[in-house]
């Protein structure tokens, strides 16, 4: 009798949602910026009700629209166009998800700004909010496409999905499950985390619960407290995630642009007032830990579950364009020093819609259906 087969391995498995594949020497996350007011934006901001008032620059005053206009161009080959239309049928009948912090917000935004151009019906559409789990609903496609709060991923002081601005932060090891329990009976995963982790050298650990009268916290170095949270993570996935049915994403570390000096800008000035891409291909700004980023290369490439990674720091570094800067919903009123001195309040972390985290799901889309 002869021996079966070997079973093929996860990397020579054919993907689900795949249809098609790309050359290997094909790095969509390598090349340049080109402008393109033909093609771009795929829609407007005032045709899309569900961006909150953080990322509509627009509407907040923002007088440039050339952050709209820039299309990424791989060097080695050509990123599929965005089919709004095969990513919505191929969510029918299945749930996306997006975990993480208010840049995988942003995103999942994005994402859903793309498609419900497709469904006019306002009837047949809808989105809500549950506590840490945001959900837009394609109700003709019975199709989800959902945010959960979770900026370590792992349980936090910071879980509270409205009331989390806390300085002295604290993670508790080995509690995936916590937010975990939430994400069961996922079929397309984008996970992120990073910028909260950005505290200094060290980071608070938890051992025990936070609800323990004595609670044991020891402080390891950022770098390793990051890479618990990854491990923990893959962990989970390995564990409830199936490699034949669904797909995971892992979106890499999104950059800041707080220092104008390291693009050679004035010696104070941040993102504001500007509306250029970076020209330099080999521009690297301070914000981005390349500590954290070998963290996350050495321990993806150890998964077996295959993870798909979108190296999407790079691309999104040149764009100090195209964040919110001041044109957003101000939550606090401004003190009299800050009107006057808008460099002073500018948001440099988060971006404008529509803008470059259409990009960011053009290239999921790309690695999704073409990995």
């Not at 094909?26 to 934006?41: A, H, M, N, R, T």
């Not at 953080?54 to 820039?70: A, K, T």
Request: aromatic share 12%; charged share 25%; with cysteine.
């Amino acid at each position: 009798m002869q021996n079966p087969p070997p079973s093929p391995s996860t990397s020579e498995m054919k993907l689900p949602f795949s249809i098609g594949k790309m050359k290997d020497e094909c790095d969509v996350f390598k090349g340049e910026w080109v402008w393109d007011p033909v093609s771009l934006p795929e829609y407007e901001e005032t045709e899309c009700l569900y961006i909150q008032p953080q990322l509509r620059c627009r509407e907040y005053g923002r007088p440039d629209r050339g952050y709209r206009f820039w299309r990424w161009k791989p060097h080695a080959c050509t990123v599929p166009s965005f089919n709004a239309s095969l990513m919505l049928e191929t969510l029918r009948n299945k749930r996306m998800m997006y975990v993480g912090d208010s840049l995988n917000r942003g995103q999942y935004v994005s994402m859903v700004c793309l498609l419900q151009s497709l469904i006019p019906d306002q009837a047949a559409k809808s989105m809500q909010t549950f506590g840490s789990l945001t959900v837009f609903t394609a109700k003709d496609y019975n199709a989800t496409i959902e945010f959960y709060w979770a900026p370590f991923l792992l349980e936090s002081n910071a879980d509270n999905a409205t009331i989390h601005r806390i300085t002295d932060r604290v993670v508790r090891k080995g509690s995936i499950n916590k937010h975990g329990k939430h994400w069961k009976g996922v079929d397309i995963m984008v996970f992120n985390t990073y910028l909260w982790w950005m505290t200094g050298a060290d980071f608070k650990i938890l051992h025990g619960s936070f609800d323990d009268e004595v609670k044991e916290i020891v402080q390891v170095s950022t770098e390793d407290a990051y890479k618990m949270a990854i491990k923990s993570m893959l962990k989970w996935v390995n564990k409830n995630m199936d490699p034949e049915r669904t797909r995971v994403f892992f979106t890499g570390m999104s950059p800041s642009h707080f220092k104008s000096i390291e693009w050679g800008g004035l010696p104070n000035g941040n993102c504001y007032h500007e509306t250029r891409p970076i020209e330099d291909p080999n521009y690297w700004g301070s914000d981005c830990n390349k500590g954290i980023m070998k963290v996350i290369e050495d321990v993806l490439k150890k998964q077996k579950f295959p993870v798909t990674f979108l190296n999407i720091t790079q691309l999104s570094l040149y764009r100090k364009d195209a964040h919110t800067s001041i044109y957003k919903k101000q939550w606090s009123p401004l003190t009299t020093e800050q009107i006057a001195n808008p460099v002073s309040y500018a948001d440099c972390t988060h971006w404008c819609l529509p803008g470059l985290q259409d990009t960011w799901n053009h290239l999921l889309f790309a690695k999704l259906f073409y990995p």
